[in-house]
């Protein structure tokens, strides 16, 4: 089965920093990569998510890049604020196939220092 | 804005005793899924719904779980007979097409 891989498992940046956070997945029938956001006792909020035909996606300060070559995709943060703050996951699956359950990947504590 | 929600926050109970957990999905979505994550660990797939039958389940959904959509409304999670290893934060997630799963707060379970 799909095995998606994350890095790095902690992250801290200033504030107004950039973070990125990489992940690999094994299995290249993979097509739909969602970004979840999990704050302390709440569940994963859907950030943003990408397609395998597209290389990157943005929305304000938030992008996802693609490389379906490589078999990897990364979340870009810009201008880190403190509430940015929380454990990010990413997630692959073949949701084009109707086998649509989502592969996580370990998560990355995020913390932005103020 | 529309949210998937789940009852009991928390719920504790003795091994071996049966369990419901019950999820509200967001009203116009097809799609139904359960995932469970244990304490430190990875977010893992249970079970997906769709059209009232499971379209795909995981090897940890095995005999003692099973799941009902007794309503219109609701999306239920059963464990039969539990044991101490199904203590794990468990999710309901719901989506309109294959993409896009939005995801409840979660239920606690804790298994003594």
């Known amino acids: 089965g799909e095995n998606v891989e994350q890095h790095p498992s902690t992250l801290s940046v200033q504030e107004g920093d950039s973070a990125v956070i990489k992940c690999t997945y094994s299995?290249?029938?993979?097509?739909?990569f969602p970004w979840y956001k999990q704050e302390l006792g709440k569940g994963p909020q859907l950030i943003i998510d990408i397609r395998s035909n597209v290389g990157e996606k943005k929305d304000q300060r938030i992008a996802v890049t693609l490389n379906k070559t490589a078999k990897h995709f990364s979340l870009h943060i810009t201008e880190t604020q403190p509430e940015d703050s929380a454990v990010y996951f990413c997630?692959?699956?073949?949701?084009?196939?109707?086998?649509?359950?989502?592969?996580f990947g370990t998560g990355t504590r995020l913390t932005v220092i103020p | 804005e529309p949210e998937v929600t789940q009852t009991p926050s928390h719920q504790v109970t003795q091994m071996g005793q049966e369990v419901i957990l019950r999820c509200v999905p967001i009203?116009?979505?097809?799609?139904f899924y359960w995932y469970r994550q244990i304490l430190g660990q990875k977010v893992e797939f249970l079970v997906s719904?769709?059209?009232?039958?499971?379209?795909?389940k995981s090897e940890i959904f095995d005999d003692q779980f099973s799941v009902e959509r007794p309503d219109g409304s609701n999306f239920t999670l059963k464990i039969r007979s539990t044991k101490l290893e199904d203590s794990a934060m468990y999710f309901c997630?719901?989506?309109?097409?294959?993409?896009?799963?939005?995801f409840g707060p979660g239920t606690r379970l804790t298994v003594t």
């Open positions: 997630a692959a699956s073949m949701g084009w196939t109707g086998a649509n359950n989502l592969f």
């Open positions: 719904f769709y059209n009232n039958e499971i379209s795909e």
């Open positions: 299995d290249s029938a993979s097509n739909y």
């Open positions: 009203s116009n979505h097809l799609y």
């Open positions: 997630a719901s989506s309109t097409t294959t993409y896009e799963q939005y």
